[in-house]
């Protein structure tokens, strides 16, 4: 009799030597098996984003809707543009150019699919999400396997991100999953997500003009818009898409006998000089040498042009992570076509608007748009805590049989957005402090609520906060600031340490059956975006759920 597949961690190192390894990593992903993959933010799960049986597996290992669409993760641009995007040459030049700045890095780009990418990658949107990881195992990984890498963070679908290798292991030890240790993730906290929207201009196409040798002119900022209808479908590279490449090959000089990779490597050199607004008459350096001088260069800002002159682009931010809006309208401005490119964030993570965080605010903030309800998990209220795996297990069912049609009517444009994301399985709690056992609009102390007892619940301390009172809990945990004076530099600890603690959190209170677990945010009531992007987190990971304790000079805290 077989004995069942298991889990195994591999030395993520001897993928870059060992050729037999590669070889079975590479049939492993043939096989649509899947794989634990590290990366600069989290594990990730990782399967052939090309075959939807891969990607089907992803979602019932981890329990994770069809909904809730997936990440792409490629060595390179070029990859993108010849495997996962159908964008029109403005598009990708867009995409190149915030490529440029951002990767490898944090920064997931949205953008349409190729009608060969299967649906279920793009929770049937039609558009997918994609990034080139910031670490060397994580682009060996996917060079090995000639494919994209959907890769998910390696969790049980709400469960707490995993940044190590034992997390991964711990979370699928009973299946067939190769897991490469590079040890603990260096930022900590998934992606930044973004979309290329782009809507139907108003009151006509607005012209871009050229100056001798291919200059570009600034154009006249446009006003804001009003709420428009996103174009999902450009009709007009519709039209032309099937000559795209043969249009590509021309500009860029490229043979017969060179692959489209080859072609999209040469599209770089003429996309740097358009982003610097250069003349590009002359050889032009590539990334793959010297373009030739039959390169038709004027030709591709024609296209680019006409492209962006059809619509008015915006990008969108969906989820907050290490890169920020400013830093993105950074990026844009360093190229003349791109100046006029406006960024937003998505109402839903807009967290400057929680109550907590406003002057005078009051507790149990909610985000506008979730729910005002949540079903706690685990503690006194909820199931029993149980074992860690008998509690995963037990999250929602898998909805991979549902109705494509449901499933498109209830799909998100970007993961991460759920309210219940990143949460561990037993009851959790934000908790904020008023001095002097005053809440803050200096009224006394109201009646407390009498479900929650402190001393039954550990506390994950942030930044020292409640140091004073750790005995007024069953368990204190701390993520301390010792030796960390700046503000940026508290930000980064607290982004690389918060899933990594909220794990030993969890496993504390599962130990000493604990009714749950409390998260300080005192010190990450700012509206700076590395706060914000923390908050994210740890928002979620408490279900938007918040209690407040008056601090008094002396004796123990008290609920408000």
Partial sequence: MGTSPMAEIIRGSDLLQNEQLRRRLRAHIEADCLVGMPTETVYGLGGNSLSERSLRNIFQMKNRPVSDPIISHVYDVRQAFDQLYHVNPFEMFVIYSLGKSFWPGPLSIIAKAKKEVPLILTAHTGFCAVRMPRNNIALEIIKVSQVPIA??????????????????????????????????????????????????????????????????????????????????????????????????????????????????????????????????????????????RTSEPSLLLGKILKYKNLYDYRIRIYRRGKYTKEQIEEALRSSPLLRDIQVDLYEKIKFEKVAILCSGGEGGAQLEGTPSEVAPKGGPSGAPNGALNGALNNRLPSRLNGNPAEEAAQNEVSPGLLLTHYSPVVSTYLLDGAPDGEDQNGSAS????????????????????????????????????????????????????????????EELAIEHQAEGILISIVNLKCVDEGSLSIFDRVFRAASGRVLRVGVPPAGPLRLL
Avoid: W
């Fill in 446 to 505: 109201k009646q407390p609520i009498a479900s929650i007892r402190l001393a039954k619940y550990v506390l994950l301390d942030i930044g020292n906060s409640f140091e004073r009172h750790q005995g007024d809990f069953l368990k204190y945990m701390n993520i301390s600031y010792g030796g960390v004076e700046t503000k940026e530099e508290q930000t980064k600890l607290v982004m690389r340490n918060f899933f990594l603690f909220l794990r030993q959190a």
């Fill in 151 to 292: 890769a998910p963070s390696a969790n049980k679908f709400q469960h707490i991100s995993p940044t190590t290798a034992a997390h991964v292991y711990k979370e699928f030890e009973s299946e067939n999953v190769l897991i490469f240790d590079d040890g603990q993730c260096d930022i900590g906290i998934e992606s930044t997500v973004l979309k290329l929207l782009k809507f139907r201009k108003v009151g006509g196409a607005q012209s871009n003009e050229l100056r001798g040798g291919g200059q570009i002119l600034e154009e006249i900022p446009q006003k804001e818009l009003p709420q428009m209808e996103e174009v999902t479908t450009d009709d007009e590279y519709e039209r032309e898409c099937n000559d795209d490449m043969t249009f590509l090959r021309k500009v860029t000089g490229t043979t017969a006998l060179e692959t489209d990779v080859e072609v999209y490597d040469k599209l770089k050199g003429l996309f740097e000089a358009i982003a610097r607004g250069e003349g590009v008459t002359d050889e032009v350096p590539g990334m793959g040498g010297k373009l030739p």
